[in-house]
């Protein structure tokens, strides 16, 4: 039993008798799985591998288990070559690890907002016969914590029929609403282990690329102003942005995710939450995504609030926060405005995510800003990502009149209440040089300018 069970104040009895009554290896609690269930895993950095990994070592004994998640950090054997008869992932994101069974049909893509990802379980929609669950150990009254993503797994977890949970000292304790009681548990399995972390330096990226990434960050940091409400997500350009606005001033967070990048923010005080119109002094996010130093950060911090992904990523929640700032990226832009941020061509690459939750609800914010931030080409500056028209099978995410500022490199195009050919010069103006003159050509020959 963990230290933390056996420091129980006296009316905790109970409870403790319950949760030493659950105790299990995994590859006890994993047997209650069966050919045909549908687990949802706990995903991102807070992915159960204790649990997974004696799963699969359980493959010969299962066939056609469907697996539900948004992207996991870290290896996935389940969509290893030949594991398909035996397990179906069902992605609501792809992440790089399962992109090449997505796009081979050895798994699967469900294209949807994030907002309404939890909804689908509440509503019934998909059935959990299991969650599989990463959670710290419990408080003096028995309550865990979802840790450090709370968002995509708390509903879920609610309407399963059996959670099976790996307890974990390494996990932090998250606050909000972000806890279940070992009453709702049904088997618990005890392995602490470090957690996975997800670094925002890119270890690929040339100093050119970063250079390109900077410049964009320079730009979107002039959008922001002091008392802005940000989205900010993981990655170069988020990491660039948050660099030039040490010198804004009462700046609040609400965003799907975070990562490291805030902690300085924070502790600096240009993050203070206090100009914030929807819980004010709070950072309210859903699920976090970093290091260990975000992971000590959140940790009984009564700062950050943790909520389910169906409050933290709807619209009508996010335009409550004034002068709320969405950033979000893209792979291409077309001339009239379309955005494509999920596939390339009829290759599908990531996910819609939060990115229409977050630009809907900014643009219904009072003095809100909704931003796509690009790079104008591919690193090899051989493809611009401002292009005529989208590739053949690429999927329109943000439609072109959700779009309010496209960012790259070369500055910010203005969209909103633009009309075509107006749109259509504006992001020729931040498009590579290089690419200008094709870009122009198409315009004219189609009367967009």
Known sequence: MTDEVKIGKPNTAAWVSKYNSKLVTAEEAVKVIKSGDKIVIQPGCAAPFALINAMVDRKDDLYDVEIYHILIVGDLPYVKLGMEKHFKHKAFFIGGNARKAINEGRAEYIPIFLSEV?????KGVITADVALIHVSPP???????????????????????????????????????????????????????????????DPDASTEVMAVYDKIGKYVAELIEDGSTLQMGIGAIPDCVMRYIHDKRDLGIHTEMFSDGIVDLVESGVINGEKK???????????????????????????????????????????????????????????????????????????????????????????????????????????SRIVPI???????????????????EFGVAHLFGKTIQERAQELINVAHPKFRDELTKFAKENYYI
């Open 139 to 201: 408080d003096e009254h028995g309550f865990c914590s979802y840790g450090i993503d709370v968002g995509n797994i708390k509903t879920p977890a609610e309407k399963a029929h059996i959670v099976i949970a790996q307890v974990n000292k390494e996990m932090p304790r998250g606050l909000g609403n972000s806890f279940i009681h070992i009453n709702k548990i049904h088997y618990i399995v005890e392995e602490n282990a470090p957690l996975l972390e997800l670094p925002q330096v």
């Open 118 to 122: 939890t909804m689908l379980f509440k």
């Open 277 to 383: 119109t929807l819980h004010p002094g709070k950072i309210i996010a859903g699920f976090c995504l970093g290091t260990r130093k975000s992971y000590d950060f959140l940790d009984n911090n009564p700062i950050i609030e943790f909520h389910p992904q169906e409050y933290v990523n709807d619209p009508f929640i996010i335009a409550k926060n004034n002068k709320m700032v969405a950033i979000n990226s893209a792979i291409e832009v077309d001339l009239t405005g379309q955005v494509c941020s999920d596939s390339i061509g009829t290759r599908f690459y990531s996910g819609i995510g939060g990115q229409v939750d977050f630009i809907r609800g900014a643009s219904h914010s009072e003095g809100g800003k909704p931003i796509i931030a690009l790079p104008s080409s591919t690193k090899d500056m051989k493809i």
């Open 390 to 408: 989208l590739k053949p099978g690429a999927g329109v995410v943000t439609s072109r009149g959700d779009v309010h500022y496209v960012v790259t």
